[in-house]
């Protein structure tokens, strides 16, 4: 929503609380805003920085692959958390 209507992270705060059209999108009843605006930053970086592990890690997979260290179609993938 925020993209589309092209708001600032505050504004996005702000509708998200009291904006009815927003409150539906969001499969919420208006009220309190549904978070802080620095959960908008922390949340967007976070995505910025997934993209780029997941980058890095398609590239070390197929760096592998054409050195021969992994072979065949299908990879089992563990990750700890």
Known sequence: LQYYYGVSDGEAVERSGCDLRWAA????????ALCVRTTLVMFRSRLVVKD??????DRALQH???????????LKLLIDT
């Open 52 to 57: 780029q592990l997941e980058k890095l890690f």
């Open 25 to 32: 999108a969001l499969g919420r009843l208006p009220g309190p």
């Open 64 to 74: 592998a692959k054409d050195l021969g260290i992994l072979q065949g179609d299908k």
